[in-house]
Nanobody
């Protein structure tokens, strides 16, 4: 199983980024897909979670109204659209896939928000 994140980078406050995570080696549609993030010196926190296309996703309070998670089961891909980025969004962002039996992480992609 592989989860490969991409789309991170250095942006200024107020700008946007779109993260992608492509999964392989698993039955993508049977997994709950999530994005987590880990800032320097802090734990890994849930950012957003999506069950199936069309379901109402879950978001951390800190990103509600700014971030949108979506998935395309035909492409085995989950996305995180991040708008109105703030310096406190700076972190390594990880893709997570899990079901009742298994859990997998990607290697992470760095997002840095700085003026």
């Amino acid at each position: 199983v592989q989860l490969v994140e991409s789309g991170g980078g250095l942006v200024r406050p107020g700008e946007s980024l779109r993260l992608s995570c492509v999964a392989s080696g698993l039955t993508f549609g049977s997994y709950v897909m999530s994005w987590y993030r880990q800032a320097p010196g802090k734990g890994r926190d849930l950012v957003a979670r999506i069950f199936n296309p069309g379901d109402s996703p879950n978001y951390a309070d800190s990103v509600k109204g700014r971030f949108t998670i979506s998935r395309d089961n035909s492409k085995n891909t989950v996305y995180l659209q991040m708008n109105s980025l703030k310096p406190e969004d700076t972190a390594v962002y990880y893709c997570d896939a899990r079901n009742t039996n298994y859990a997998y992480w990607g290697q992470g992609t760095q997002v840095t928000v700085s003026s």
